[in-house]
């Protein structure tokens, strides 16, 4: 079994939520249910400014909680958290407490993709980064997937997915927050004060940057920005 199958398997029959319904993680919703989830929306947009997606995915069984007051009673075996989220909104932390596991679709990807993922970040330069290094890689020959903070979401292509393909993705502070995965490499264009609206100082910015390798295994690479002071 593969390790897309086994997660797969892990959700059918589990309550899960998603938190926002934007480009990653709408067709993470369609992939769930698929899997056998039950699955609940919650998203600040009213039924209304939803529009045909509410409706489409209510008559699919999803369950929604949404207007202001969208994230009461979250909870469920896994929460999705939409990658502006911080881990630590209170939310989150009491319904980490309750016993949910908090996870992304990113997350997910990067543990279950079948081929090598080239991930990069930055304060600067990383979308264009991860823009040529794909490009390349298409040059080259090989087949190559665009994703994470770019492009489009990955984890429902998985299966389309090859042991010889690479995966390049982009991936913000937000979505590093948190990780307990690395790719197989990774690049830091930079680290300069950025998003410290949403991080609560520097520090916690450039921790969530240095999830990008922290976890990596034995035999994988990282390239960081020797002219670059904090990289």
Known sequence: MSAYESFLQQVNGKNVSVIGMGVSNTPLITLLLEAGANVTVHDRKTEEELGEMFGGLSALGVQFHVGNDYLQNLGGDIIFRTPGMHLNHPALVKAR?????????M????????????AITGSDGKTTTTTLTCEILRQAGYTCHLGGNIGHPLLADVPMMKPEDYAVVELSSFQLMGMTCSPAAALVTNVTPNHLDIHKDMA?????????????????KLVLNADDEVS
């Open 97 to 105: 407490n309750q016993g949910s596991v908090i996870t992304s679709e």
């Open 204 to 220: 916690e910015y450039i921790q969530a940057k240095t999830q990008i390798f922290n976890h990596q295994k034995p035999g994988s």
């Open 107 to 118: 997350e997910v990807f990067l543990n279950v993709c079948p081929c090598p993922v080239l």
